[in-house]
């Protein structure tokens, strides 16, 4: 994308969208802060859920926590066992054993203290990101893209959906992050939303936003390897997509 057009978030959007992510993400729980799904193979840290994988696992996830922490180490002081690119427990049996362990405490008091850089990072992420998006697109494509995000980019809704949605489930570009051959990031959300011209005010916008949302979510849920079992997270996850809606 050549140019993202925006309405400039001030200290108190981000602030905002950062609470938001955060009830999405662990319920408004500081404990939550530290999770590993029973569902899944790997941790989830910090306010957005940032993964970190097991060494030797072949998943079609992005792993962000490492990309979080280089983020936030330049500001903050940060333990050198963090910093590293997989977690110190290979399964989530350790993980439980570690639950009341220094290590554990140590993490949880940084994951604390880091909240405005964590939200940082979401943001950033999303402002570098974005002008990548609809590079491997025909111009014709990459320009209805670009309208729909910069429409959502007027307002702190449109921003908190398209900040969220990323760092939910990504961008969507990624080709390892997949199910057979179906993607499920913004990218493909936006591909799913009506032409913007078609939309005629933020409430419809929105509205269309969460609808696509949904619907792309549904299409992964079907491809999924059945053993995942993906289905149990809909109701979840359409719920994350109504908290777009004002």
């Known amino acids: 994308m050549s140019h993202l057009s925006a309405h400039t978030l001030t200290a108190q959007d981000i602030q905002w969208i950062g609470e938001r992510i955060y009830q999405n993400e662990t319920g408004g729980k500081p404990e939550h802060l530290t999770f590993w799904s029973p569902a899944e193979e790997f941790p989830s840290l910090g306010l957005g859920h940032f993964i970190w994988l097991p060494s030797g696992l072949n998943l079609p996830f992005n792993a962000t926590f490492p990309q979080m922490v280089a983020f936030v180490s330049k500001t ?17 049996t350790e993980f439980d054993q570690a639950w009341s362990s220094a290590e554990m405490n140590e993490l949880r008091i940084w994951l604390k ?3 405005e850089q964590q939200t940082q990072f979401i943001v950033q992420r999303f402002q570098q990101g974005a002008l990548g998006l609809t590079e491997r697109l025909d111009p014709q494509q990459a320009q209805a893209i670009q309208v729909k995000i910069n429409r959502l980019m007027q307002n702190r809704y449109g921003q908190y959906a398209l900040i969220d949605y990323v760092n939910f489930k990504g961008w969507g570009t990624d080709a390892n992050e997949r199910y057979q051959g179906e993607g499920w990031g913004l990218l493909q959300l936006l591909q799913a939303m009506p032409d913007s011209e078609e939309i005629l005010d933020n409430k419809q916008l929105l509205q269309a936003f969460s609808q696509a949302g949904k619907q792309v979510l549904a299409r992964r849920i079907e491809l999924s390897p ?4 993906e289905q149990r997270w809909m109701p979840g996850w359409a719920q994350r997509m109504d908290s777009y809606l004002p």
């Open 226 to 229: 059945a053993a995942r079992n």
């Open 113 to 115: 203290a880091t909240k």
């Open 76 to 92: 903050h002081p940060t333990p050198d066992w963090m910093k590293q690119p997989h977690p110190p427990w290979q399964t989530k």
